[in-house]
């Protein structure tokens, strides 16, 4: 069974050559690579649309049209989100911080099961080989680990959502 780190460097072997495609397999374990056109991969955006219903009021002395109802049911949202991606982009940022990113495309889990407590939260203090969270692939759990000192600053992504390899996961400030 190859370790975490071992496939991280088979990675970066195969992104820094001209190789396409690789398949290694061992004692039942089988790892497949490829790469895009001259190595570049193009990220997968999900996003959620919410939808809203109109504030209804219960005997309006003036009905508004729909759509102002629906402008002013959105904007406290709207500015909550406008917010927190303010935020997180400067936090993001910031060359301070160290990105602890994934190693390849995935499931990503906060948590070695649902019911556990998550490995970290914002605020804990990680070592150099603290497990922050698990990235699945193909029915495979893959602890990754802190690689640095410090503390967790910021989360930046949601238990159970894809991942793409070199995506940030955390924000950690080295002591």
Same mark, same amino acid.
């Given at each position: ?46 996003? %959620?649309?919410? #939808? /809203?219903?109109?504030? $209804?009021?219960? +005997? =309006? !002395?003036? *009905? %508004?049209?729909? #759509? /102002?109802?629906?402008? $002013?049911?959105? +904007? =406290? !949202?709207? *500015? ?10 400067? +936090? ?84």
């Amino acid at each position: 069974m190859l370790k975490i780190q071992e496939i991280r460097e088979i990675i970066k072997l195969i992104d820094q050559s001209s190789i396409e495609k690789f398949t290694f397999e061992s004692e039942g374990t089988k790892i497949k690579l490829e790469k895009g056109m001259n190595g570049l991969q193009q990220p997968v955006h999900v996003e %959620q649309q919410r #939808k /809203e219903e109109p504030v $209804q009021q219960a +005997a =309006p !002395a003036i *009905q %508004q049209p729909k #759509k /102002e109802q629906q402008e $002013q049911a959105q +904007a =406290p !949202a709207e *500015q909550e989100n406008k917010e927190t991606a303010t935020t997180t982009s400067n +936090a993001a940022d910031d060359p301070s911080l160290h990105k602890i990113t994934s190693p390849m495309v995935g499931t990503f889990y906060q948590a070695s099961s649902p019911d556990a407590d998550p490995y970290v939260k914002k605020g804990d203090s990680v070592k150099p080989d603290s497990i922050v969270c698990i990235v699945e692939a193909m029915k495979l759990f893959n602890e990754i680990e802190a690689e640095v000192s410090g503390e967790i600053v910021e989360i930046l992504v949601e238990d159970g959502q894809l991942v793409e390899y070199g995506q940030p996961l955390f924000l950690v400030k080295q002591k």
